[in-house]
């Protein structure tokens, strides 16, 4: 029967502690900034419209009333999503940015009623 055996040497034992140290300390830091931006309504992150090229689907008139917020972009796609009060989920969307025909980016814009 195979046996697992622990770290004897004190360095061992020290880079462990101080990695389930850093992870726990880590977790911390990142549930404190989310619920920081979560309570400021994701202020910090700019209002985004986008305007699809050809039909507009359901999707498309959502992201055209500004209500979503820009998370990410790269060459490629943009991030975004929509925050909705106190959750533990948020709706987010990868868009490929060659779908796009139109982008304005209102940078930390307030919410508007239309929006909640």
Known sequence: ???TTLPTS???CSASCLFLCCSLLGAAT???AFEREQAGG???YPRIKLWKE???DQRAEAWAKGCYQLLLRDKDNLYIFLAKGK???MPTDIVPTRLVDTVRVTPFAKKSGECR
């Open 1 to 3: 029967m195979p046996t």
């Open 10 to 12: 004190r360095s061992a």
């Open 30 to 32: 990142g549930t404190t």
């Open 42 to 44: 994701f202020s910090h």
């Open 54 to 56: 050809g039909k507009q």
């Open 87 to 89: 959750s533990e989920w």
